[in-house]
């Protein structure tokens, strides 16, 4: 018969072992991630969670402890939609599970493109255009109205058409690296 403390203490190093043998994604590892579908500062809702897959193993010291195809989660974590004629969108993203088990990761930030280059063109290209038709029509006088009248209504064309969201493709592939060590199933 085996002593009761013998056994206790087989059992305690068998549980160690388990534990020992689980591996861990430490701090700094980076994570890459497609997603499974677009984001956008236009739609997202902070709090909001996105799901991809990994699109490449994690590996760790030689050891792969996570699989490309390995299901991730993640979390908008702050979202602020386009203005019309300034502002551009922005999006930022977080991990909050690779392959099931919990992490947390760095942000991945989004920013949608400047809208100085294409105000300038709807506003710049309306108010030419009103400056040769006033010209053609009035003279001197006729070319100052046009101008005015072409830059309010390439003003006009900008505010309907300039929201410059930060968009996330379907598809993208972004970096996150883990912020602290997480277990997983490998």
Known sequence: MVPRKLLQLVMALLALAVVAGASTIPAGTPVTVRLTSEISSGTAQAGETFEGTLARNVVVQGRTVARAGAPVQGKVTYVKPSGRLHEPGQLT???????????????????????????????????????IIGAIAGGGKGAAIGTLAGGAAGTGVAAATGKQEAVFPAESALTFTITGGTASKR
Do not use: C, E, F
């Open 93 to 131: 993203l977080r991990l909050t599970s690779v392959d099931g088990h919990p992490v947390q990761s760095s942000a991945v930030r989004g920013k949608g493109k400047s809208h100085t280059k294409s105000n300038v063109t709807k506003i710049g290209g309306g108010a030419a255009a009103g400056a």
